[in-house]
């Protein structure tokens, strides 16, 4: 099956820093990538829906200028959290679109703990 | 507003018994219907999927029932393995987005 890789798949960081998460579709093309939230014993929360060339579309209530999403490549998707505070603290996983097919992959997921 | 709502929240089963999980929608634009499994640490994987136009779908030991007019579908694990204790999530899209259920918590005991 097809494989999305997630980097790193965990993360500890200072308050105030940025970090950077990577999520690539190994085998495929992705023209379309979404990004997750996921505390700890609840469910996925849409985050953004990252299209390859054009700027992310974010759900209401996510700040965009807090969790950056760049889709340069047709493989590639990066979140970047800004000025992370602990608050900021969870599982962020991606999901990558096969082009051919429809079918939605998802990655391993990265656990990001600020301090 | 939780548009896809799971129950139960956690489930044992004994080895070989049959688990049920059961979910229910509110929007009719939802066309795909999909079941995750999340082990801890990991990013859910799917599982089976089904589109309204079925009323049942099986792969191997996973059958997902669909009741269109309730709209409601299921999940059921025949003869369930401790190897299938993890989190189930159920799932709902329109136009390529995903909503969750808010999971449930299977454990199988020998």
């Known amino acids: 099956g097809a494989v999305v890789s997630q980097h790193p798949s965990w993360v500890i960081c200072k308050s105030g820093t940025s970090v950077k998460i990577e999520c690539r579709s190994l085998?495929?093309?992705?023209?379309?990538m979404f990004w997750y939230r996921q505390f700890p014993k609840q469910s996925l929360m849409l985050m953004a829906t990252s299209n390859e060339g054009s700027k992310a579309t974010y759900e209401q209530g996510v700040e965009k200028d807090k969790f950056l999403i760049n889709h340069a490549s047709l493989t590639l998707s990066t979140l970047t959290v800004t000025s992370a505070h602990p608050e900021d603290s969870s599982f962020y996983i991606c999901?990558?679109?096969?082009?051919?097919?429809?079918?939605?992959?998802f990655g391993e997921g990265s656990r990001l703990t600020v301090l | 507003q939780q548009q896809v709502k799971q129950s139960p929240q956690s489930l044992i089963v004994q080895k070989g018994g049959i688990s049920i999980i059961n979910c229910a929608y509110e929007n009719t634009a939802f066309d795909y219907f999909p079941w995750y499994q999340q082990f801890p640490g990991k990013g859910p994987a799917l599982l089976i999927a089904i589109r309204p136009d079925v009323s049942e779908k099986k792969e191997g030991r996973f059958t997902i029932s669909f009741n269109k007019s309730a709209k409601q579908f299921s999940l059921h694990i025949m003869d369930s393995q401790p190897g299938d204790s993890a989190t189930y999530f159920c799932a709902a899209s329109k136009m390529e987005k995903l909503t969750f259920g808010t999971g449930t918590r299977l454990t199988i005991i020998p």
């Open positions: 999901s990558a679109r096969w082009s051919n097919t429809g079918e939605l992959f």
């Open positions: 085998d495929f093309q992705a023209t379309t």
